[in-house]
């Protein structure tokens, strides 16, 4: 059973940072590729970033490239986004999302296992 509890949310103006957080539980973290996506209002969801079992692979989108950056604990089962100037644009709801038992040496964009998201609001 994998279960994935997104943290760290809120308003920020823009040009502001905010640094999200993601829980995991589940059996095989530290050989799991994770990952981040996000989910504006009437868009679809997109990949944001993402991070091998190893932390060795990342992978950003163009659109957050320069500004995010994906990392984890592998000892305290979690992984984090630390997003730095923010634009309005970033506005959306942001999901944890998880493989388990794949993706040890790279990052992938596929995954299996979603966490609820938290909303992240990006004012101008």
């Known amino acids: 059973q994998v279960q994935l509890v997104e943290s760290g949310g809120g308003l920020v103006q823009a040009g502001g940072s905010l640094r999200l957080s993601c829980a995991a539980s589940?059996?095989?973290?530290?050989?799991?590729?994770m990952g981040w996506f996000r989910q504006a209002p009437g868009k679809e969801r997109e990949f944001v970033a993402a991070?091998?079992?190893?932390?060795?692979?990342?992978d950003y989108a163009d659109s957050v490239k320069g500004r995010f950056a994906v990392s984890r604990d592998n000892a305290k089962n979690t992984v984090s986004l630390q997003m730095n100037n923010l634009k309005p644009e970033d506005t959306a709801v942001y999901y944890c999302?998880?493989?388990?038992?794949?993706?040890?040496?790279?990052?992938?964009?596929?995954?299996?296992?979603w966490g609820q998201g938290t909303q992240v609001t990006v004012s101008s």
């Open positions: 589940m059996r095989s973290f530290r050989t799991s590729a």
């Open positions: 999302a998880a493989s388990p038992g794949s993706g040890y040496y790279y990052a992938r964009r596929t995954f299996d296992y």
């Open positions: 991070i091998s079992g190893n932390g060795a692979s990342t």
